[in-house]
């Protein structure tokens, strides 16, 4: 019999090298020290050693049986010791790792775990935009099991594997079960879905198949059924593991199909944890998360940039959400990490095989970021790519490219299925170039299943604007983003998955921007979870159709100074009807985005109105722009104003103009080129990127100058003065 006991009580905490100094406090896990320093930034946030320990009492042990202890996550290097002597070593802080400890337990026993987020030339992750945070942050636990008993020592796994394989026409199943095991044992008894196979254990391995007729399909959100699968010994040891039998497939054409029906995949990513917490997040925050997806009506989710609790892929096959689950090989290839991002990978199938929500394994994020794509990277990438495709034979590989990876690249050969990772209209470049690369892409390779991994732009829900523009980091700004990125995506079925980058505001110690320090402030919803953005509302209006809703944008955004103010309503009815103190104002029929100009003059109280919801808000004219409402150091530069003030001549070159048609011109190109280089005297690393990436040129040929330039920081009158030089060169074919 199989006995597992919680040791999440009772740890002695010590933030130092050496267990002998720093201050002793006692800590319940899960348990990061990083949950402030590593959401604030600045220099306070520790990456190094620290140590767990506590009293373990030597259980009761059957004759021949073995004791474990299951680490579900340690960040990121942990030794074990008992009573001081070193058992093992774990490289990977986001799986499940076991140390059979049955040799060295005497009655009375000391647990040290010294763990460590320090920075490390071969365990991943070493550089992202994300906080590594430290600690033991998921449950400990004590496995004692009986001298036959499923294997517990391959990459932490159950030692149990359910392979269903769905037959549409014939509505049937057939389900392969598995088992591994340790110890002497002539049988397994499996059962499933109600069918009980009992088979014989050859060299420690056994396996059973069984037909499920009229088969109940696992159909995502519709319809998550799952199926029960018992596998057990005489000893009595026992493993229970839920499956679901259902159909993936991946079409260059059609996109995402899950049994057989176009489904496509639209939906968010997530980082594993939340404001003053870190990564130490309990079963009922998971719960709260899953919860806020199923409202916005997601039906995918992207689990980055790392394995994520087994709690939370569990909700994921309960509620039907299809997953694309990756390893922490991100931004930039290590020499010497080549083994740590194999075992990484190894952990993450074994562990994860059988959850049915899983579709895609992801073998690195932006990895060619900070690294060339030469020979080492790409054996690195097809060895993981090989590893995934002999551990698992069901399902294809993905990678998430960064933008500036040329489309030719031969790195986008080994995955079965890509994506990339856009972010035009954010940190460069116009909303349409993210439409114009897809095309382009899409038509050269059309044989190619191609997805959209990542996409946002940051917003402060303090930060207003009427004339929202790109790095403004106002909440209106990520609405007009979304709006873009919404209708791109609904215009392109073919794209398999596409996933806002992020559903939540996540820490990010290396930041210290739009007003906050420590976040990454993309997500749709608060690090907190406390607030919904506006954009969330606008995702929901779109994705979930299970009951009516109405939505007002801008209720944060009180004072404004304009005469005509415009007002905006998400909602997933056909017909909003917009009150304005008391009284209809008007009635507009569309779909997802309804806006209404609306002419103000003190304070007034507006409401939306469709199918009986009601969103409501009062906004008041002001004369000055509320400061409050701007993040601190810009200066909103409003080029079009000045730019259409009757001084353009369209026959000659101007900063509207894009860098690839200013580089038609000799002369004009040649004051561009200039320019450009005194401004990457600072940034060398930048301009060789540019230099040396033909797709990354490409696209910044398509850049309009203008947008360039607001990027970089200019002032108005330096632009206003390149714009005069501009306008003093003729365009060809221009008397």
Known sequence: MRNIQNLNEAWIFVRAENPTEGEKVQVTLPHTWNNVDGQDGGDDYHRGKCWYIRNLDAPDIPEKGRAYLEFEGAAMTAEVYLNGELLATHEGGYSTFRVDVTNHLKQNNVLSVAVSNARSQSVYPQKADFTFYGGLYRDVNLIVVPESHFCLDYHGGSGVKITPVVNLEQGSAIVTAEA??????????????????????????????????????????????????????????KVTTRFGCRKFEIDPQKGFLLNGRSYPLRGVSRHQDRKGAGSALTAQMMDEDME??????????????????????DLCDENGIVVWAEIPYITMHMQAGRDNTLSQMAELVVQNYNHPSIAVWGLSNEITAASPVNEELMENHQALHDLCHKLDATRPTTMANVFMLDIDSPILEIPDVNSYNLYFGWYLGELEQNDQFFDEYHEKFPDRCMGFSEYGADANPAYHSSNPEKGDYTESYQCVYHEHMLRMIQARPWLWATHVWNLFDFGADGRDEGGKHGENQKGLVTFDRSLKKDAFYLYKAAWNKKEPFVHLCGSRYVDRPENVTQVKVYSNQSKVELYLDGTLFETKEGETVFTFEVPISGEHTIQARAEGCVSVMVIRKVEQPNPAYTRPGRASINVTNWFDQGEADPTCYSIMDTLGEIRQSPQAGKIIDEMMAKGADSHGEVAE???????????????????????????????KQLNRILQGIKKE???
């Open 180 to 237: 591994w095991v340790t110890g002497p044992a002539e049988q397994v008894m499996f059962s499933l879905a109600g069918q009980e196979k009992e088979v014989q254990v050859t060299d420690g391995y056994a396996k059973a198949e069984c037909t499920i007729e009229n088969v109940h399909l696992w159909d995502g959100v519709d319809d998550p059924y799952l199926y029960t699968a018992t596998a057990s010994l005489p000893s009595g040891d």
């Open 292 to 313: 806020i997806i199923k409202e916005l009506g997601a039906n995918t989710l992207r689990l980055a940039h790392y394995q994520h609790a087994q709690y939370f892929y």
């Open 689 to 719: 990127t540019v230099k040396d990436n033909p797709a990354l040129q490409r696209m910044m040929n398509r850049i309009t100058l203008v947008s360039l330039l607001k990027q970089a920081g200019a002032d108005e009158q330096s632009m």
């Open 733 to 735: 074919g221009q008397a």
